[in-house]
C-alpha cells in the first residue's frame, strides 16, 4: 500500500463516516457539522486529484458559505429535535433497501467500466501549477455563457430569497 | 268474310252505340229538356237500333252467310286474342230485331206510363234516369247477341245483370205501394246476386273453353268440338253443364228463379222488356248459340230439356195461386222460359227462338197492359182520394186482383188488348203463342216423352191461370171502390200495345207448319233463316194428335177457371174458390212452394251466421283484440319496454356507461391514495424511478 | 496512485447515503442537506473523470455546479423560513397540503 492509498482509505472512511452521522444525527445541528466535515474531506479529494482551484472553491463557498447559512437558518428556526412518527412506517425500511439497490447498481457499472476499459487509469504527466490559468482561460472562452447565464442565477436567487422573506407592511428582515 | 259492297254489314256497331247516345245525350242535357224529348230520345235511339238491325236482316236475306265485323282490340296476351268484334249471323239478328222491336215499343209506352208514375211516387227529377238505364240496357243487350266470343257475351250478359238491378231498384228507397222500405233495393240486390250465382257457372265455363279449346270465339270453338268430344268428352260435359248454371241464373230456372218474382218491384216497363221479353231471353240464346256443345252430349240435352219442363211446371202451379197481377205474370214467364229451355235442351232450336220472339210479343203486351191497369187503378185510387179528400195514408195495393173486377167497362181498351195477350199465351189457335207452343210440344212428343206430358200439363196450368185471372180482372162486379173509378190509359201507351196485339195474332206466320201435308208459301221461314247459321232443322208439320190435345187442354182449362171464377165472379173480400177444395195444395200454391223461406233457411242464415261469426269473432275478437292488442301491440311493447328499455338499454348500455364512471371513480379514489401529500413518499417514488430506469440500462 | 475507480466508488456511496437521507429525515433543513451531499458526491465524481480524461472541463463544470448549489441554498432556505412563518414547524409530514 502506497502513501496515496493510505491516505486515501483514511479521508473516504472519513467522508463515510460523516456522511452517515448526517444520515442518523437526531439534532440538526450536529447533522450540519457532520456535513462540513464531509465537505472538507471532499476538498482534499479534489487536491488529490489535482484540482487546487476546485478545492479552495469547495472549502470557500460549500463550507463556508452554504454550511453557514444552513447553522443560521437551523438557528433560527430551532429545528433541533423532532419526536419520531409513525407516518410513512414503510419509508425507512423501503429507504434503505432502494438505497442499497441504488448502490449496488452504480457499484455494478463502475466495476464493469473498470473492467470493460472504460475507466482508464490517469496519464502520469500533468501540470499542476498551470491550474487556474488552464481553468480561466476554458472560462472566459469557451464557457463563457455559462458564466454569464450564471451570474444571472445568482441575481435571480438572490432576489428570489429577498422577495420570498420580505414581510409586507415595511418589515425586514 | 268480307263485307259485300252495298250491304249494310258495317252498320253493325250503331246497333250499340245509337243507344249509348242516347243515354249520353240523356245524361248530359236530360236536365233541360223536358220529358217529351226525354222520352223521344230514348225511343229513337232504340229504334235507330231497330232499324239497323232490319237493315242487317235485309244484308242477310241477300248474303245469308255470317258475317264478322270487327271492331276493336281488347285483350291481347299470350295465346289469348280477343278482340270486339259484332257477328252478324241469322241468329243474331233475329235476337236483334226482337230486342230492338220490342224495345222500341216499350220505350214508347213507357213515356206515358213514367210520367203517371214519378208522380205517384212523388219524385219527378228520376224520369230521366229512367232512359238512360233503359238505354244502357239495349246497349248491353246488343253487346250480348251480336259478340263474336264467349267473352263479349259475357260482356253483355253482366251488363244486362247490372241494368236490371239498376232498374228493379229503380225506386229504391220505397216497396212497390211507395212507403219508405228496402223491399225495392233487396229486390234488386237478391236479382243480382242470384244471377252472380248463375254468372259464376258461365265463367268457369268460359274459362274450360279457353282452356280447352284455346280461344273463346265461337268459331274457333265450333270447329274443334268435333277433336275435342272425341279425346275429352268430360270438358264438353263440364261446359255444357256450367253453362246451364248460368243459363239457370239469367233464363230464371230452377233453382235459381227466385229472384225474377221479387224484380216485380220495378216499374212495369221494366219488367216487360226485362224480365220477360229480352234480358231473361239471354240464356236460351246462350244454348242455342251453344248447339253444336250440347248437340254432342245426349244425357246433358235429356237433363237440360227436363230442367226446363220441371221448372215450366212448378212456376205454373205457383202462378195459380198467386194474387198480384204481376206476380203471375212473372211465374208464367218462368214457367215459358222452362218451355223454351226444354226445347234448346231437345235440340229443338228452331222452336226454341220461335217460342222466345212469339213469348216476347205477347208477354210484354201482357205486362204492359198489366201496367194499363195497375195505373189505371192509382188513377181511380187519387181520383178518390182527392174526391173525399182524404190523405193517402192508408195502403192500397193497386196490383191485387182482388181489389179489382169488372174493369171490362172502365178499360175497355186494355181489356181487348189483355184478352188477346191471354189467348197466346194459352195457347189457343190461330194465335202466335198456339204455333210456337205446338212445335215446341211436337219435338218433345217425338224424342222425349216425359217432356211432353210435362209440358202438356204446364200449358194445361197456362190457360187456367190466364182464363183465372181475365175473370178476376175484367168480369164481375168491382170489388172495391177504386176498381170502380179505374181510367183508362192515355194514347201513348195504348197504341205500342195495339202494335204488340197485333204482332201476337199474326207472329205465327213466322214459322209457319206445313198443315195436313200443305205447305203454304212463307211457312218455315225462321227454319229455313236459321238454317243458316243452325244447320238443317226439321221441318215443323202439323201433327193433329199433338196440335189437337194442345187445343183441348186449353180450352177445357179455360173452361174450369171459368166454372170456378167466372160463373159466380169473387166478391168483395171472398177468399180464393180454390182454397177450401185443395187445401193444403193451394196453400203451397199460394206461397210459391215455400222456396224462398227454404233458401233463407239453407242458404242465407247460414252465410249470416258464419260472416257473423267471422266478423264478430274472428275478425274482433280474434284478430283486433287478441291478436293485435296482446300480441303484436303486447309484443312490441314488451319488445320495446323490458326488453330494449330494460335490459338491453338500462341493463347493458346504461350499465356498460355508468360503469365506466364509476370505475373511474373508483380507479382515481385507488390511486388518489398515492396523493399524500408527503414529501417523502414523492421521494421514494423519485428513486424507485431512478433505479429502475438505471437497472434497465444497466442489462441492456 | 490511487485508481480512479475508488475515488468513484466513494461518489457512489456519498449519493446514495444523501438519498437515504431524503426519504429518511423528516427535517426539511436535513433532507436539504441531504441534497446538498448527493450534489457533493456528484462534483467528486466529475472531477475524477476529469482527471481521467486529462482535461479541465469537468473541474469547470464543478464550478458552475457549485455556483447552482449556492443559489439553490439560498432560495431554498428562504422557502422555508417563510414555511416556518405559518406553518411553524419543519416537519415535512406537516407539510402535506397537497394531499389528493
Redo the contacts between chains.
Sequence with gaps: MTMDMFVFLILALVAVGSAVGLLISRNGIYAALNLVLNFMTVAIFYLLLGAPFIALSQVTVYAGAIMVLFLFVIMLLGADKLAPTSVLSYQRVSAYVLGGLLLAEIGYWIWRGALTGVITPPPADFNLMSNIQEMSMLLFSQYLLPFEVTSILLLAAMIGAIVLTIKQKGGRD | METASGLFFSLVPLIVFLPVLGLLINMAFGGRMGEKAIGAVASLAAGGAFVVSLLLAYSLSVHPETVIVPFAEWIHIGTLQLDWAFRVDTLSVVMMLVVSGVGTLIHIYAVGYMHEDVRFKGDEKRFRRFFVFLNLFIAMMMILVSGDSYMMLFVGWEGVGLCSFLLIGFWYEMDTLGRPSFANSNAAKKAFITNRVGDFGFILAAFIIFWAFGSFQFDEVFAKVPEIAHAAPWVIVAVTLLMVVGVAGKSAQIPLFVWLPDAMAGPTPVSALIHAATMVTAGVYLIVRSAPLFSVNHSVQFFVSMLGAATALFAATIAAGQYDIKKVLAYSTISQLGFMVAAAGMGAYVAAIFHLATHAFFKALLFLDAGSIILGMERGHHHLAHGHGDSHGEVFDPGDMRNMGGLREKMKVSYWLYLIGALALAGIFPLAGFWSKDEILLDAYKHYPTVYWMLTVAAFLTAFYMGRQIWMVFFGKPRTEVAAHAEESPRIMTVPLMVLATLSVLGGLLNMATILGFTLPGSHLLTEWLGHTLGEAEAGELNLIVAGLSTLFALLAIYFSWLIYGKKPLATGQLDPLKKPLGPVFFGMEHKWFIDEAYQFLFINPYRAISRFLADKVDWAFWHDWFHDTVIAGGYNWISQVLLNEYADQRGIDAFANALGSGTKRLSAMM?V????????Y??TL??G??AI??YL?LK | MVPVSYYLVVSAIMFSIGAMGVLIRRNALVVFMSVELMLNAGNLAFVAFARMHNTFSGQLFVFFVMTVAAAEVAVGLALIVTIFRTKNSINLDQMNSLKG
Excluded: C, D, P, S
Excluded at chain 2, 674 to 681: A, E, I, P, S
Design positions: 388518489r398515492w396523493q399524500n401529500g408527503f414529501v417523502r413518499t421521494a421514494l428513486l424507485v431512478v433505479i438505471l437497472g444497466l
